[in-house]
């Protein structure tokens, strides 16, 4: 089922997680471990991110370094597949330009179309790790929105190859990404809510945010996008924290900022589990008083710590 149904459909705020697919080496059964224990909060769908490839230098016999390609995560599509034959729950994959040409985004929608899969959350994606800049793959997309209207000739029927005959439309839902304080790259608050409303205007059905810990960002970026007419639901990212080194490595890779209240109370704890109690309490009251304002979902950002968000599910 598509996530805009679930929420056209639902007169309550609704539950959803993210997932990273586990590195590899370390087989499913780590990521059903992750999930077992949310499972019981039936959550509407579960996002599973993508993870492009990678230079890295690996060091050879004779002591001279290689440069090598890995993907340290692979396997998104195949794991939505999974999860949704183990816990019939349905998933969205991540999708991103970075690291794909045209041909291979058709190629991983046809797969995901056979696999049963309604959803994308479609992405540009970061500046790959020896980039300074994003650079699209030759032949790849440069925006969100350029992956989205691809999608969106899919869902019409329309292929790459234009002379298919008898081609099946495929029924995407498409989800996009909102930053509440601003994408980085964006040289003010404007002009990313314009290209917002671009991807919104080319079809996306909904966005989602990214993570955040003041939800004023959040009311006042709703707040924003209803004035320029992007009525689609948007959904906040929610993440818990739970170690001080959190309170540096949270603002530099994501470009957010921590309210002081949250970030002192980590500041004075004695050690990681403290952080993890006030980084728990914190998500729950977050989550109370977003839940209390109506959002369409709540969607957590699990990442490494399943359990703290299943604390504060129970609780809700
Ligand atoms: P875009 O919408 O393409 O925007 C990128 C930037 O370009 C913005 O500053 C925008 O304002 C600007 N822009 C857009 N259109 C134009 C235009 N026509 N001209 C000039 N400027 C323009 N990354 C991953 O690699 N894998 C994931 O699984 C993943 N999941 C994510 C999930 C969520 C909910 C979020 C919020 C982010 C996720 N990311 C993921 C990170 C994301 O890929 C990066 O934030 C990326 O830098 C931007 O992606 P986007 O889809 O927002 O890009």
Redesign the pocket.
């Known amino acids: 089922m598509k996530v805009i149904d679930h929420i056209n459909h639902s007169d309550q705020t609704l539950i959803s997680f ?1 997932i990273l697919p586990p590195l590899k080496g370390k087989g499913i059964h780590s990521l059903y471990q992750h999930l077992d224990p949310l499972m019981e909060f039936k959550p509407a769908f579960i ?1 599973v ?4 490839s990678e230079h890295v230098f690996k060091k050879k016999a004779d002591g001279t370094f290689e440069k090598v390609v890995v993907r340290k995560r692979p396997g ?1 599509e195949s794991i939505c597949a999974a999860i949704m034959n183990k816990y019939n729950v349905d998933t969205v994959p ?1 999708l ?3 690291g794909f040409s045209v041909n291979e985004t058709e190629d991983a929608l046809i797969n995901l179309n056979y696999l049963g899969i309604d959803n994308v ?7 790959a790790k020896n980039e300074t800049s ?1 650079e699209p793959e030759p032949g790849g997309h ?4 350029d992956l989205l209207n691809q999608v969106k000739n899919l869902n019409a029927g329309v292929y790459l190859e234009g002379d298919l005959k008898n081609s099946i439309q495929t029924k995407f839902c498409i989800g ?4 509440p304080e601003k ?4 040289p003010n608050m404007d ?2 809510l ?3 409303k ?2 919104v205007d080319a079809g996306a059905d909904y966005i ?4 955040f810990f003041d939800n004023s960002k959040y009311f006042a970026f709703v707040n924003a996008c209803r004035e320029i007419g992007i009525t689609v639901p948007i959904i906040p ?1 929610l993440k818990p924290v739970y170690t001080r080194k959190q309170m540096t490595i949270l603002p530099k890779t994501f470009h957010i900022d921590l309210p002081a209240d949250l970030s002192n109370e980590m500041a004075i704890c004695k050690n990681d589990v403290d952080v993890e109690t006030v980084g728990t309490e914190w998500l729950l009251q977050q989550s109370k008083e977003l839940k209390k304002a109506g959002v369409p979902v709540l ?1 957590y950002y699990t990442l490494g710590r399943p359990q703290i968000v299943a604390d504060v599910v129970k609780e809700l």
């Open positions: 993210e996002n991110t993508y993870h492009r998104t991540h991103i330009c970075g959350l479609v992405l540009r994606g970061d500046a994003f440069e925006y969100a929105l996009v990404a909102g930053y994408h980085f790259e964006s002009s990313d314009r290209h917002l671009a991807k989602v945010t990214q993570m990212g969607h």
